[in-house]
């Protein structure tokens, strides 16, 4: 269909379109696999890759860059006012298993791309800009998710995120040893004034509509949970069903149950098992142990922990009637979080001033954003997903989307770090 898209002559020309898109094609060529996803896993060696190619890109453009001991990449802009506190964009550049090339590497290259063209076009903005790549967002390997930005903000001390472990049992600490382009140095920003990050939607709200811009209001809250069930292994020929203790079983039923209530109840609103495993089991033994994760979001916190709840009394039925015993334990969350009004409205102007359309939503998706907006003044831009799909090598935004969208933060940015 026809979209609406950027007509201000001003700001139509603030950024390098072209070159963005090529940047986002040459960073998502990192990790890939035949089959066209790209797996670049929080500290891995292809994370390390896209971190060696981002880093050059900031030296070429003239950026102070910094590397923070949790892997944080900041890139700054100097500003006539270097005391006063910068105006942060950013994202993330590590992804899930088999990703697309845009969830949080559009945030990053964008925010790159309005640095470098303000640097071209010789404007010298009041406050320094800084463009952030943060660390480990997406969780997939090493829990919790948003590391990076957690330990930026203050919210999870550094031993701590240092300390987590892959499904290996390797560290944090250990993965960044063996990345030589991690190893800390340069000074880390100060707290910004302001944080503007741009994210693909993921989900189905803009393009569905035909809007060309999202401008978050906030995000839902979400918990992370992991679930391990202990049974008894025996003989798949010889065990009577009655005398069972199916950990497999138990676990499926527990899986089925959260989806119904999800489902019917609403509550929450989307809960998922995104990984599940029968550990060493073989197709002729009852399973003796098996574990899977669950991912509940809700924009209502009371709700998140009501659904928690209902998980944990469905647990000890399932104990009874399987004979099994289950541990629940948390691996991270994230409260529901509402951006700053004052900056809502702001891009909600300019977009109109550059007669783009635009619409308000909620992010259904967690982001570094989250974090930032405990510590300063934040807001999310979003970009259509065709037929809402990410996480998914089937991910993709327009191209003209694209660079309406990275035009829009470029203004946005441009006049927060001038006030
Ligand atoms: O899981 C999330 O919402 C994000 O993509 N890390
Ligand atoms: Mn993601
Ligand atoms: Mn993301
Ligand atoms: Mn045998």
Redesign the pocket.
């Known amino acids: 269909g026809t979209k609406s898209s950027a007509t201000s002559s001003e700001e139509a020309t603030l950024i390098d379109g072209r070159r963005l898109l090529r940047n986002l094609e040459a960073l998502g060529q990192i990790g890939n696999s035949a089959a066209g996803g790209r797996t670049r896993l929080a500290y891995s060696p292809q994370d390390g890759q896209a971190r060696e190619l981002l880093l050059a890109w900031m030296r070429e453009a003239g950026l102070s860059v910094c590397v923070d001991p949790i892997g944080n990449i900041f890139g700054t802009l100097r500003g006539c006012d270097d005391a006063a506190a910068p105006i942060m964009v950013g994202s993330h550049i590590d992804t899930?298993v088999n990703a697309g090339h845009l969830?949080?590497c559009l945030g990053v290259l964008a925010g790159l791309e309005t640095l470098l063209s303000l640097a071209e076009a010789g404007i010298v903005p009041r406050r320094p800009i800084v463009v952030a790549a943060f660390a480990n967002?997406?969780?997939a390997r090493f829990s919790p998710?948003?590391m990076g930005s957690r330990v930026f903000t203050g919210e999870l001390a550094l031993a701590q995120a240092l300390a987590a472990t892959d499904a290996d049992g390797q560290s944090v600490t250990e993965a960044l040893g063996r990345m030589p382009e991690s190893r800390p140095f340069g000074t880390p920003p100060s707290l910004p004034s302001a944080y503007v990050e741009l994210h693909i939607e993921?989900g189905p709200v803009l393009w569905s509509e035909n809007v060309a811009i999202g401008i978050v209001e906030g995000v839902q809250g979400?918990r992370w949970l992991e679930v391990q069930v202990h049974g008894a292994a025996n003989h798949a020929g010889t065990t009577p069903m009655a005398m069972r203790r199916d950990a497999g079983v138990a676990a499926a039923s527990l899986v089925a149950d959260l989806a119904r209530r999800s489902r019917d109840q609403k509550i929450p609103l989307v809960a998922t098992a995104g990984t599940m495993s029968i550990v060493s089991g073989s197709i002729n033994s009852v399973p003796e142990h098996a574990v899977f994760t669950v991912?509940l979001r809700d924009p209502d916190e009371r709700l998140l922990d009501n659904a928690e709840n209902q998980l944990r009394f469905a647990i000890a039925r399932a104990e009874a009637d399987h004979g099994v015993t289950i541990e629940i334990r948390r691996m991270s969350q994230s409260s529901p979080v509402r951006f700053d009004d004052a900056l809502v409205a702001r891009a909600g102007a300019l977009a109109e001033r550059g007669g783009i359309a635009y619409r308000r939503l909620v992010s259904?998706?967690?982001?570094d954003a989250q974090m930032l907006a405990a510590r300063c003044p934040t807001l999310m831009l979003f970009a259509p997903s065709r037929d809402g799909i990410?996480?998914s090598p089937a991910e993709h935004t327009d191209d003209d989307d694209i660079i309406a969208a990275a035009n829009l933060l470029a203004g946005l940015v441009r006049d927060l770090a001038e006030a």
């Open positions: 899930v969830d949080g967002e997406e969780g998710d948003l993921q979400c991912d259904g998706a967690s982001h990410s996480h």
